[in-house]
């Protein structure tokens, strides 16, 4: 689990502080937005791991005991619902638990549905 550490330099730093199994999906989560966004900024912000497209926030995620969190998420859009409807998530919020298969693929999409919606 995440250490107590309350502010995060960097997304090396926030990865660190989770078992070495999460760090793994953590790591694999932070390739496929950079993969996805290859000219988004690196940052932590709300004390997450954040990518940043021209000075905006673009897509977070975060490690729980239990599962990880991508956010925005697409709740509510078409080409989404079918797919999203399979996680818990709140209003622009999904949950991939940990001891399910993490649908990297599905966040691929996000990533660029969520890069589209800033050009």
């Not at 956010?71 to 409807?85: H, I, L, N, T």
């Amino acid at each position: 689990m995440r250490s107590d550490k309350s502010k995060f330099e960097n997304i090396d730093e926030y990865i660190a502080g989770f078992p070495a199994d999460v760090q793994e999906i953590l790591q694999k989560i932070r390739i496929i937005i950079l993969k996805a966004a290859p000219e988004a900024e690196e940052a932590i912000s709300y004390q997450i791991p954040t990518f940043k497209l021209r000075g905006k926030n673009v897509i977070h995620f975060a490690g729980f005991k239990n599962h990880i969190g991508i956010y925005p998420a697409p709740r509510g859009v078409a080409e989404f619902d079918k797919e999203m409807s399979k996680y818990k998530g709140g209003k622009g919020t999904v949950q991939f638990q940990l001891d399910e298969p993490i649908p990297y693929g599905l966040i691929t999409r996000i990533v660029k549905f969520r890069i589209n919606m800033q050009v």
